[in-house]
T-cell receptor, first 115, second 111 residues
Framework: DTGVSQNPRHKITKRGQNVTFRCDPISEHNRLYWYRQTLGQGPEFLTY????????KSRLLSDRFSAERPKGSFSTLEIQRTEQGDSAMYLC?????????????FGNGTRLTVT | DAKTTQPPSMDCAEGRAANLPCNHSTISGNEYVYWYRQIHSQGPQYIIH???NNETNEMASLIITEDRKSSTLILPHATLRDTAVYYC????????????FGTGTRLKVLA
């Protein structure tokens, strides 16, 4: 169990550019979640996958955001035409199944700064 | 919206027990209470969870009131490394099982 891995840890980009983040969940975890966290706030749910299927998207996830999880393994989160309001920490989490005894395991996030 | 209410901050002396309260008055019968903590610049870390019985593990104890409308996380001997933001979460069990985080309690352990 090497934990949830997220890359890059930090990303600085100019407004209008596209960015892509990667998340490698704990192996065999079939559920994968993306959250966004801004300073002083708790993480906000963005979307989640069960295997390769994206089953729910938050209203926070505008059309500029897209997430994929090909083959049900790693996941990517892409933000197109970034805006300064997109600056945040993007967290990925995974879990095995949906039992109450399957807590979410979080990565250490990708911190995005849009200048 | 988060289903829990927590005090925004607390202090605790090193070596003493830290008792972090949480109100979840609208919790339903099949919803679990989870506690996570987040140390600066890291992702949230799972601590403990429970349904209606008190729970204990190597990190903490969770005391849930009989009516399940509130709970307390207990760190029995707080250390400086326990300084973090602690989140109490009632987990959505309607399908996605997603966690809805509030703003948590910022615990500061004082030397």
């Amino acid at each position: 169990d090497t934990g949830v891995s997220q890359n890059p840890r930090h990303k600085i980009t100019k407004r209008g550019q596209n960015v892509t983040f990667r998340c490698d969940p704990i192996s065999e975890h079939n559920r994968l979640y993306w959250y966004r966290q801004t300073l002083g706030q708790g993480p906000e749910f963005l979307t989640y996958f069960q295997n390769e299927a994206q089953l729910e998207k938050s209203r926070l996830l505008s059309d500029r955001f897209s997430a994929e999880r090909p083959k049900g393994s790693f996941s990517t989160l892409e933000i197109q035409r970034t805006e300064q309001g997109d600056s945040a920490m993007y967290l990925c989490a995974s879990s095995l199944g949906d039992s109450a005894y399957s807590p979410l395991h979080f990565g250490n996030g990708t911190r995005l700064t849009v200048t | 919206d988060a289903k829990t209410t927590q005090p925004p901050s607390m202090d605790c002396a090193e070596g003493r027990a830290a008792n972090l309260p949480c109100n979840h008055s609208t919790i339903s019968g099949n919803e679990y209470v989870y506690w996570y903590r987040q140390i600066h610049s890291q992702g949230p870390q799972y601590i403990i969870h429970g349904l209606k019985n008190n729970e204990t593990n190597e990190m903490a104890s969770l005391i849930i009131t009989e009516d399940r409308k509130s709970s307390t996380l207990i760190l029995p001997h707080a250390t400086l490394r326990d300084t973090a933001v602690y989140y109490c979460i009632v987990r959505d069990t309607s399908g996605t099982y997603k966690y809805i985080f509030g703003t948590g309690t910022r615990l500061k352990v004082l030397a």
